[in-house]
């Protein structure tokens, strides 16, 4: 569906697109804890849910990275034999996971604010 520059979540429609804001606030809120949906405020004002969230999807970047230094020394002890390698390819997975999230939800943001033109790719 996406004809958005890269990284432009693929449910969403682009910028200008009849109902891209509410595809937006939908892509947006399932990226953000369950717990996000109770505030009406965020479907009322996408873009302080877009700020929002480009600040937890940031948060869990920092704290996936976090675990992926220190899951060696601090749980590699208690892990079977063999395994270490299984959790580090999930930190890693889960990571960029993150990263494209975390684009997708800056290029919302930007549109939300209309900083800047985005190109359509």
């Not at 697109?17 to 804890?33: I, K, R, Y």
């Not at 965020?42 to 940031?58: D, E, K, S, Y």
């Not at 020394?73 to 999930?90: M, S």
């Amino acid at each position: 569906m996406s004809q958005g520059p890269a990284g432009w979540p693929e449910r969403v429609p682009p910028a200008g697109v009849a109902g891209w804001e509410q595809a937006a606030v939908a892509w947006l809120l399932d990226q953000c804890p369950a717990d996000y949906r109770a505030y009406r405020a965020w479907r009322r004002h996408p873009v302080a849910l877009a700020w929002v969230t480009v600040r937890h999807l940031r948060a869990q970047l920092e704290g996936m990275r976090l675990a992926w230094r220190q899951v060696r020394p601090e749980l590699g002890p208690a892990l079977p034999p063999g395994t270490l390698g299984d959790v580090l390819d999930c930190l890693t997975q889960e990571g960029l996971r993150l990263r494209a999230a975390l684009r997708g939800a800056e290029l919302l943001l930007a549109a939300l604010q209309e900083r800047a033109p985005i190109p359509v790719r």
